[in-house]
């Protein structure tokens, strides 16, 4: 089941999520409307609070060739273990801001540990989009979009046209 993508400003997205303490069914359940959800955007990359969970849950696939297989990723409690000194730009966007990008400097490389799906402890090192994706995801589950990186005049510009947009999608 496709689930609503909350959008900026939000007070649900400002929130620190909470860790989860078992993997439920419901919360199987939520993963799998979380990657519909954002296969359906079409998004890389979607975290619970997007959809107006509190729960430390993010959901990635950055495999972007054409034909290429998927690999749905499904991460409780992920934790960024090492992160490298060297940084990459990339031109960010978020399911929750539609329609903006902006460059964002980020380590180019990060450990990440979590808990997959049946409980299980998972640490894989993550470089170029998929590890742009992953500290992106995490930032949310810790309230932080990506235009907090970004100079306070030019977040708050964007900030505006989604308050706009979201006036406007209310009357449509
Ligand atoms: O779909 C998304 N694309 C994207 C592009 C560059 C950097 C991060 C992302 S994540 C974003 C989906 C989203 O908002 N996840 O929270
Ligand atoms: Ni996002």
Redesign the pocket.
């Known amino acids: 089941m496709k689930r609503k993508i909350l959008i900026h400003p939000d007070p649900r997205l400002k929130k620190v999520c909470e860790p989860v303490a078992d993997i439920s069914d419901e919360l199987r359940r939520l993963a799998d409307d979380m990657l519909e959800t954002?296969y359906d955007?079409?998004?890389?990359?979607?975290?619970a609070p997007?959809v107006g969970h509190l729960d430390r849950l993010i959901v990635l696939d950055c495999v972007k060739e054409e034909g290429a297989a998927p690999r749905p990723l499904v991460m409780f409690n992920p934790e960024i273990k090492a992160a490298s000194d060297e940084v990459s730009v990339?031109?960010?966007?978020?399911?929750?801001?539609p329609d903006q990008y902006a460059e964002?400097t980020r380590p180019r490389e990060v450990e990440v540990e979590w808990l997959d799906r049946d409980g299980n402890l998972q640490r894989e090192t993550f470089d170029g989009?998929w590890a742009?994706?992953v500290q992106?995801?995490i930032d949310?589950l810790n309230g932080k979009l990506?235009i907090d990186y970004l100079k306070p005049l030019k977040r708050q510009m964007i900030t505006r046209k989604m308050q706009k947009l979201k006036r406007e999608m209310a009357r449509a």
């Open positions: 954002m955007a079409p998004g890389i990359g979607l975290a997007q990339y031109d960010e966007g978020c399911l929750s801001i964002v989009l742009t994706c992106h995801e949310h990506f």
